[in-house]
Nanobody, 115 residues
Framework: VQLQASGGGLVQAGGSLRLSCVAS????????MGWYRQAPGKQRELVAV???????NYADSVKGRFTISRDNAKNTVSLQMNSLKPEDTAVYYC??????????WGQGTLVTVSS
């Protein structure tokens, strides 16, 4: 399984960006698709995830600002990020769990929010 993420970039505080990730390869069943992020000097953290049969989950810091959506037919997951803050600056990684718990990561896309 390969994950290809896109959509990062530089935006001013208060602006918006949309990240997209497409999974390809031999995919039997997707358990979840989501986004994590890692800021400089910090650990990687969950941003948002869509889990089959269990809905969506968001980090408290992004609730009300970010929206995750998944297209099951296309094996894609998107993250609409509004009202961006400088503290949202990080490398964002797409992650999927498939089959019996196999985890795959995308290459990461940089989001920079200037104040």
């Amino acid at each position: 399984v390969q994950l290809q993420a896109s959509g990062g970039g530089l935006v001013q505080a208060g602006g918006s960006l949309r990240l997209s990730c497409v999974a390809s390869g031999t995919i039997r069943s997707i358990v979840s698709m989501g986004w994590y992020r890692q800021a400089p000097g910090k650990q990687r953290e969950l941003v948002a995830v869509v889990t089959t049969g269990a809905g969506t989950n968001y980090a408290d810091s992004v609730k009300g600002r970010f929206t995750i959506s998944r297209d099951n037919a296309k094996n894609t997951v998107s993250l609409q990020m509004n009202s961006l803050k400088p503290e949202d600056t990080a490398v964002y990684y797409c992650r999927t769990v498939v089959g019996y718990g196999n985890v795959y990561w995308g290459q990461g896309t940089l989001v920079t929010v200037s104040s």
